[in-house]
């Protein structure tokens, strides 16, 4: 398992598209991927689950990866989240 703490640089934060957008990045992999924000952690390939986070640009969250593509789908969440 791998974990990372990153920074929101989306303009609008992780509303509906942006949300929509990282469940379906995240479903390319097959490792279990989490976000997690203080005490909560949701699964990252769930829609629902991630709306509830409603997290807005400069706030931080804790991506979880653990799997046999875990290193790559790190790469590919941090990339969308950082906006690089």
Do not use: W
């Not at 490792?31 to 689950?49: F, L, Q, W, Y």
């Not at 969250?61 to 989240?81: C, H, P, V, W, Y």
């Amino acid at each position: 398992m791998i974990k990372k703490r990153v920074k929101i640089n989306l303009n609008t934060g992780l509303e509906a598209r942006p949300v929509a957008q990282l469940v379906q990045l995240a479903n390319e992999y097959k490792c279990e991927i989490h976000m997690e924000v203080d005490e909560k952690r949701v699964n990252a390939k769930s829609i629902m689950g991630m709306m509830t986070l409603g997290l807005d640009a400069g706030e931080e969250l804790t991506i979880l990866a653990n799997g046999e593509d875990e290193e790559k789908a790190m790469r590919s969440m941090e990339g969308f989240l950082s906006c690089k």
